[in-house]
């Protein structure tokens, strides 16, 4: 596998279940992020790990939890999830250099997520 | 607020042609970097081109280059010879140096007619 790989590709789920998507970067990045892609709205940054650690988290509600184990690897947790969460997950890596977040990110193909 | 405008919300030209989409931001910031990515129906987002703020030199890529006009604050995508493997949305972003934000326009849809 090279680059950044996410699965599942596609997850159709109901509000009660709980599901996680997973992402995986073989770029030896230490860095990494996701993203929410809806129709008609600009990528929205979810959140962002460097060396492991959480360094943004943009408001996003609580039913969404990520973890990194380590610096290749990236869960996104979901929980009682909502209609409106259906979207289109993407999963970035880039390298810190410097104490710096890189400024190339590197995406992964997403998930499609589905809730009813 | 830092912002990416896209006026294009979709373009159509025949293969083999030249296309340019265009993009504005906003930022007060002087160091930053600007990019393109591609978007085709297999929604994997892949990086077209990649720009630093610091250059005047515009950046290229084989058929992808850039007009970059930082006073402006605009950054122009210059697809030349299109193919049909072109066509996708197009999305310009830019980060502000040491920040972890990339803040991405609404997209083009470009397609690429045989």
């Known amino acids: 596998e090279t680059g950044v790989t996410q699965t599942p590709r596609h997850l159709v789920m109901g509000m009660t279940n709980k599901k996680s998507l997973k992402c995986e970067q073989h770029?030896?990045?230490?860095?990494m992020y996701w993203y929410k892609q809806s129709a008609k709205k600009p990528l929205e940054l979810m959140f962002v790990y460097s060396l492991e650690e959480r360094v943004e988290n943009n408001s996003v509600p609580s039913r969404f939890s990520p973890e990194c184990p380590n610096s290749s690897h990236l869960f996104l947790h979901l929980h009682t999830l909502q209609p409106e969460d259906s979207a289109l997950y993407l999963c970035?890596?880039?390298?810190?250099?410097?104490?710096?977040?890189?400024?190339?990110?590197?995406f992964g193909p997403g998930t499609r997520l589905t809730v009813l | 607020a830092q912002t990416v405008t896209q006026s294009q919300p979709e373009m159509s030209v025949q293969e083999a042609e030249t296309v340019t989409l265009s993009c504005t931001y906003d930022t007060s910031e002087s160091n930053y970097y600007l990019f393109w990515y591609k978007q085709p129906p297999s929604r994997q987002m892949i990086l077209v081109i990649r720009q630093e703020a610091y250059k005047q030199q515009n950046a290229t890529e084989n058929r992808f280059s850039v007009n970059f006009q930082k006073a402006a604050k605009s950054f122009s995508l210059k697809i030349s010879d299109s193919q049909l493997g072109d066509t996708a949305m197009y999305f310009c972003?830019?980060?502000?140096?040491?920040?972890?934000?990339?803040?991405f326009g609404q997209g083009t849809r470009l397609t690429i007619n045989p």
């Open positions: 972003a830019f980060i502000i140096q040491g920040a972890q934000k990339l803040v």
């Open positions: 770029l030896g990045h230490n860095a």
């Open positions: 970035a890596s880039s390298q810190v250099t410097g104490g710096e977040l890189g400024d190339t990110q590197y």
